[in-house]
């Protein structure tokens, strides 16, 4: 990928993250892209996802966690709207 698609992606998790959960911080952006890559994976590749699951549970507990991270922000940010 070039670099200027790069930065445009990045720009565009930024501005998604920004909207989702009202902050656009680099702990945020991380958090919205861990949930991002994971929930597609989950969706698009169900064993894919459950092979993980079981191979990794402590990840997926973390996974879980920021999952339950981003969806809290979410609401906040909903809120303040």
């Known amino acids: 990928m070039n670099n200027e698609i790069a930065e445009q992606i990045n720009g565009l998790l930024e501005k998604y993250t920004e909207l989702l ?7 945020n ?10 929930s597609h994976i989950a969706k698009s590749m169900p064993p894919l996802a459950k ?11 973390q996974i879980k966690n920021v999952i339950a991270e981003v969806k809290e922000m979410n609401e906040l940010n909903r809120q303040k709207q």
Not at 21 to 27: I, L, R
Not at 32 to 38: A, C, E, F, G
């Open 51 to 61: 092979h993980w699951n079981a191979e990794y549970p402590e990840a997926r507990e």
């Open 21 to 27: 959960v009202g902050e656009a911080s680099s702990e």
């Open 29 to 38: 952006i991380d958090k919205v892209k861990t949930w991002i890559m994971y």
